[in-house]
């Protein structure tokens, strides 16, 4: 007989935990998570962190790590808080089809990267930005769920910022040039004047053009 996936994990935000999250439902949480990945129910992501794999998968499903990345974000500050933004952005509206190894969370306060050997031993990196102040949208993430991600203007505009220093200058541009091909030109404008952005999508549009 299979061992069902508590309900405290399924409605978790994108299936994502820590240990405190479940004090209230478990008395030992941590021996509990314990249990539960040994039954092939969940999957430790990290130190601290776990998901509870989709019902109609076994112990060898992993989240892709943009998926993971929001999970355990939205673990730590919630979910309407924190939203995928720069190359995992990117990797979420199809631009860079490559996985990385480094997925970026925008998040309201500032944390130490999170390594995640039960996502293909990436890296969630948090930069410190209010997502209120960003152009946001909606996304299905893997099969945990739906979490915010920037939308395809408001990621031209912070790649052109800050560039994508995951990839190489070649593939680089072709991602700005995927995204800016979708991009509403108008609302690039109005995001990158209100957010000190227009002389980087100048020099972006110069080069994708």
Known sequence: MSTPVPRALTRSPLRTVRPKDLADVYRHPRAELARLTRAGVV?????????????DRDSRW???????????????Y????VALMGVSAAR??????????????????????VRLPGAGDGVVRFVMRDPAALDLE???LDEIGSGLVTTVEQTVVDL???????????????????????????VVDEIAAAQ??????????AVVE
Do not use: F, K, N
């Open 43 to 55: 999957r430790r992501l990290g130190h601290g962190y776990y998901v509870a794999i989709p019902d």
């Open 62 to 76: 992993r989240p892709t790590l943009e998926a993971a990345a929001a999970g355990i974000a939205a673990a730590i």
């Open 78 to 81: 919630g979910p309407d808080d």
């Open 92 to 113: 979420v509206h199809g631009a860079l089809p490559r996985a990385v190894g480094t997925a970026v969370v925008a998040t309201p306060q500032q944390h130490r990267e």
């Open 138 to 140: 909606m996304r299905a």
């Open 160 to 186: 052109a910022r800050h560039g994508i220093p995951e990839v190489d200058a070649g593939q680089e541009h072709e991602v700005l040039r995927s995204l800016w091909r979708r991009a509403d030109e108008d």
């Open 196 to 205: 000190r952005g227009r002389a980087a999508v100048a020099r972006m549009r």
